[in-house]
């Protein structure tokens, strides 16, 4: 079991046949992910073809829902028109959107977050790599690989990654499978300071997933998610979890790579968010080469098999 998405869960792509969004897509279709359109204004009508792929391309993205039954976009949209391309999903009723474009004006994204308000359609991101979750055959074939995130690296299993870092996310994922550990899920939710889903989000998910034994929660510097999330994880929570907070070392003030990897306040530190973490009970890594092995310290604490 996973959360969110599954190997059988029919994904549709906005900016097929863009450079990115095409390259992105011809690797969803060899992991096994089961794009069944795409979506391109005015080029309804023609195919996205790959090997033996042959993918209808679609004018709207409530067009290509009907025809095909897509319940999931990955958002390749460039920056201007991404806020819109989000919107289009809402309109058509999708349950979970998935934007991975990078640079969306933050008036767009808080005008996104009002229209969403009330809807069913979840999002994911912007400046988010998307969503893995591994299928069974060999190099995790015959999963669903949403967005830029390496399949090959992800091993079906029990941990579940939730990520702003999509670097750390992929470091993580790679650690374990390493290991030998699997993951349920594994989900970038991107560094942008307005964002669509929360790291609380995504645990009240895993902790409810009785097939996710262990979480990994990676953090970085400004805002305060991860403290939220940490606190909601130590009342409700009795899985082990481990976590990491990137920018030690970042002086305070200034923005460092995502856009909403800023020190502003008293818990956006990352010496604030790491004390919190210990206080709740969350095994910390020291170095992102220590993600896996902190969880294995955390589930031999709790007597938790993770493999």
């Known amino acids: 079991m996973s959360i969110l998405i599954t190997p059988e869960t029919k994904i549709l792509i906005q900016g097929i046949t863009g450079e990115f969004g095409a390259r992105h897509t011809k690797l969803s279709l060899d992991y096994g992910t089961k794009v069944v359109a795409g979506v391109t204004p005015g080029k309804g009508g023609q195919f996205f073809e790959h090997g033996a792929h042959r993918v ?21 949209v460039p920056p201007p028109f ?11 009723g999708l349950d979970l959107a998935v934007a991975i474009t ?17 809807k069913p359609t979840r999002l994911v991101g912007p400046n988010c790599p998307g969503m893995v979750c591994a299928g069974t055959g060999k190099d995790s074939h015959g999963g669903c690989r949403i967005g830029i995130a390496p399949g090959y690296i992800n091993k079906k299993g029990h941990v ?54 262990g979480i990994i929660m990676i953090g970085e510097i400004g805002g305060n998610a991860e403290v939220e999330a940490a606190r909601w994880l130590k009342a409700n929570c009795n899985k082990p979890v481990a976590g990491f907070i990137a920018g030690a070392t970042a002086p305070a003030g200034r923005r460092m790579g995502p856009a909403g990897a800023i020190v502003g ?18 095994e910390v890594a020291v170095t992102p080469s220590d993600m896996a092995d902190a969880l294995l310290r955390a589930a031999k604490a709790k007597g938790v098999t993770l493999s």
């Open 265 to 282: 306040g008293a818990e956006d530190t990352a010496a604030a968010k790491i004390a919190v973490f210990k206080e709740c009970g969350i």
């Open 160 to 213: 579940g990654v939730v990520s702003r870092s999509g670097t750390l996310t992929y470091e993580a994922v790679f650690q374990l499978t390493s290991k030998g550990i699997g993951q349920s899920t594994t989900v970038g939710i991107g560094g942008d300071p307005v964002n669509g889903t929360s790291h609380l989000d995504v645990v009240k998910l895993f902790a409810a997933d009785p097939d996710t034994h």
């Open 56 to 76: 209808p391309i679609f004018n709207s993205v409530a067009d290509a829902a009907k025809a095909t039954g897509a319940t999931v976009s990955a958002i390749f």
């Open 102 to 118: 990078e640079g969306i004006p933050i008036k767009d994204m808080i005008r996104v977050k009002r229209a969403m308000q009330g």
């Open 82 to 92: 991404a806020g819109d391309a989000i919107l289009e999903c809402v309109d058509a």
